[in-house]
């Protein structure tokens, strides 16, 4: 397939006249402007004194550290024509038409959360899909039509599996200068801003095998859920795009060539959160079924030590990046995320994937809409917030807290019998 994705320009300044040209991705709303070289550190806290207490975030510290002495080779630009965002023409609609929810099976689900995804999503043509990254449950799937389908190009969240890939195989760290056109980036500042030229060299530098391993190891191509009916299988190509059409730098940049599915994306992310436990995923659909539950795991992934490098950027997107509407919503606990926008033959996706941590236990959220000019990323990121608000509004965590201690209690009187 052919993507038609925006890249918003920016221009550095360097020395005398020199000027540069470079690519950020389509979620990000300013160019991005380096001088000198910065690192920021993202260091996310909260306190929860009280179950219904609102918990304080201390926003992220910027901490200027020595360059690493590993650095890629210089990005080499092409020019490519691309369709310009402000003259692309959208045939599909942002908007649901009718009850798009109407089918689900929800018997097994979570009401409240399910009913606080309902609400965020309101009108607007998409999924949520909320699972519980300590096990693999899914505790709502809302427009299940949609997030068992066969899935949409990942736009940038697929620029996650790429940098846990880099970190993996020691080609960079969270804090190497990459040296790109002009100026210079570390992988904090890359996922926060979603910078396309980044993820392409980095793409470039792993070469397609490698790239592809790892992606089919965090589980995409592969079905995500544990015998979930109706689920559909995404994707992930067997060769690298021709050079035409920018070979592994842009499926690495933001996933052109590869079929997505929200649960993949759900299971990778649960996994980021949980440390490297890949699970299925399993949808209950009948109280029975959730009182038997038992965690099924897939696969272990060796990504632990890489997490809190991967959690800077993500914790940046949210703090000062990409993700910051989600802010504007919901500032009482950290969430960590990764969004994704482009378009296909009049369609555009709008990705937002996330895991939360409360003092009760995370959550990995899963925002994908479908639609016209209205269809974004950061749009995703700001139901996502949405989502956090309804939950915080009816207590969810603190009820949650609450309930873990009751079953602690419980289990604690039965094993002293």
């Known amino acids: 397939m052919r993507l038609s994705c925006v890249f918003a320009l920016g221009l550095a300044v360097v020395g005398l006249g020199v000027v540069a040209t470079r690519a950020v991705a389509l979620d990000v709303q300013h160019s991005i402007h380096h001088s000198k070289i910065v690192h920021k550190h993202v260091a996310v806290r909260y306190t929860h004194s009280a179950v219904h207490s609102r918990a304080s975030i201390a926003t992220h510290r910027i901490h200027t550290r020595a360059s690493s002495s590993a650095t890629l080779h210089h990005a080499v630009l092409t020019r490519r024509r691309h369709h310009h965002y402000y003259g692309e023409r959208f045939t599909a609609s942002s908007f649901a038409k009718g009850d798009i929810f109407a089918g689900d099976v929800t018997a097994g689900e979570d009401p409240l959360v399910r009913q606080a995804a309902i609400d965020a999503l309101g009108d607007m043509n998409g999924t949520a899909v909320v699972i519980d990254p300590s096990n693999g449950r899914i505790l709502a799937m809302v427009n299940q039509k949609l997030a068992l389908s066969p899935g949409a190009e990942p736009c940038s969240t697929i620029k996650l599996s790429v940098a846990l890939a880099a970190l993996s195989e020691g080609l960079v760290t969270r804090d190497t200068p990459v040296k790109l056109a002009g100026f210079r980036m570390n992988m904090t500042d890359a996922i926060a801003k979603s910078n396309n030229l980044y993820f392409e060299e ?216």
């Not at 980095?202 to 009916?229: C, K, N, P, Q």
């Open 202 to 417: 980095l793409g470039r530098e792993l070469g397609f095998e490698r790239v592809r391993h790892y992606a089919t190891e965090f589980g995409l191509g592969e079905l995500a859920g544990y015998h979930i009916d109706g689920e559909q299988l995404g994707e992930y190509p067997t060769q690298a795009l021709p050079a035409s059409e920018g070979g592994v730098g842009r499926m690495c940049s933001f996933g052109q060539g590869v079929s997505m599915t929200p649960l993949q994306l759900g299971a990778f992310v649960a996994a980021i959160a949980n440390g490297g436990t890949l699970y299925y995923l399993q949808h209950p659909t009948s109280t029975e079924e959730v009182m038997a539950f038992q965690p099924k795991v897939k696969r272990k992934l060796d990504i632990a030590r890489y997490v809190p490098d991967m959690q800077d950027g993500m914790a940046g997107a949210v703090q000062y990046g990409t993700a910051r509407r989600l802010r504007a919503n919901f500032q009482e606990l950290p969430v960590f995320g990764k969004t994704g926008t482009c378009s296909d033959k009049g369609t555009r996706f709008g990705w937002f994937a996330s895991y939360s941590e409360t003092p009760q236990g995370g959550l990995v959220t899963v925002f994908f809409l479908e639609g016209g000019r209205p269809t974004f990323g950061p749009r995703a990121a700001e139901l996502t917030g949405e989502f956090y608000k309804n939950l915080w509004d009816r207590n969810y965590f603190a009820d949650k807290g609450t309930q873990a201690h009751a079953a602690l209690q419980e289990t604690s009187t039965t094993t002293a019998r």
